[in-house]
T-cell receptor
Framework: EDKVVQSPLSLVVHEGDTVTLNCSYEVTNFRSLLWYKQEKKAPTFLFMLTSSGIEKKSGRLSSILDKKELFSILNITATQTGDSAVYLCAVVYTNAGKSTFGDGTTLTVKP | SQTIHQWPATLVQPVGSPLSLECTVEGTSNPNLYWYRQAAGRGLQLLFYSVGIGQISSEVPQNLSASRPQDRQFILSSKKLLLSDSGFYLC????????????????????FGDGTRLSIL
């Protein structure tokens, strides 16, 4: 059975800290791994990773994929209170875009 | 630019009543469309997906059904709601490219509507 496991389930840090969120997966027919940020309603897209070892970067956020060890990490440097959210990892495993999602990591950034 | 609209934002329904949630996408054609349910503190569970008009695939046995009467319209329905149908329902779309042998290759990010919070009493 395909599964995606995120860790930690929740994390509380202070502004300025650096955090690393983890996502491991066991999926047949892997096509891509995606990270989303969910605040109150719609998850918003952060990164899509398809190749191992190539870092994707956007401002203070970065992510990398290891297809041999079947995991990805999402790093956030110099955290701000606006980074507080649930971060979801999803793995796409079919041509139609079917995805399995992890349960998310709830990040709380305190002032 | 592409936008996705989902309504209503919240809904309170009695057990046994019917349900219809609607989702429309603008600014793109022939998208793949998805319905998810999210339980509190959990990830998204895929309920249905559609690669074209009238083409619906169901992922889990359930009390719900989906329909795609138009290219950019996706509807989630139930004839009689159960207490267990409570949850947060999200509609999403992704772009497609033609693949060899037909079909719609969609290894692209999904974009989500704002969701419907459904409470069954």
């Amino acid at each position: 059975e395909d599964k995606v496991v995120q860790s930690p389930l929740s994390l509380v840090v202070h502004e300025g800290d650096t955090v690393t969120l983890n996502c491991s997966y066991e999926v047949t027919n892997f096509r891509s791994l995606l990270w989303y940020k969910q605040e109150k309603k719609a998850p918003t897209f952060l990164f899509m990773l398809t190749s191992s070892g190539i870092e994707k970067k956007s401002g203070r956020l970065s992510s990398i994929l290891d297809k041999k060890e079947l995991f990805s990490i999402l790093n956030i440097t110099a955290t701000q209170t606006g980074d507080s959210a649930v971060y979801l990892c999803a793995v796409v495993y079919t041509n139609a875009g079917k995805s399995t999602f992890g349960d998310g990591t709830t990040l709380t950034v305190k002032p | 630019s592409q936008t996705i609209h989902q309504w209503p934002a919240t809904l309170v329904q009695p057990v046994g009543s019917p349900l219809s949630l609607e989702c429309t996408v603008e600014g793109t054609s022939n998208p793949n469309l998805y319905w998810y349910r999210q339980a509190a503190g959990r990830g998204l569970q895929l309920l249905f997906y559609s690669v074209g008009i009238g083409q619906i695939s169901s992922e889990v046995p359930q009390n719900l059904s989906a329909s795609r009467p138009q290219d950019r319209q996706f509807i989630l329905s139930s004839k009689k709601l159960l207490l267990s149908d409570s949850g947060f329902y999200l509609c999403a779309w992704s772009g497609t490219v033609s693949s060899k042998g037909g079909g719609h290759n969609s290894n692209q990010p999904q974009h989500f509507g704002d969701g419907t919070r459904l409470s069954i009493l």
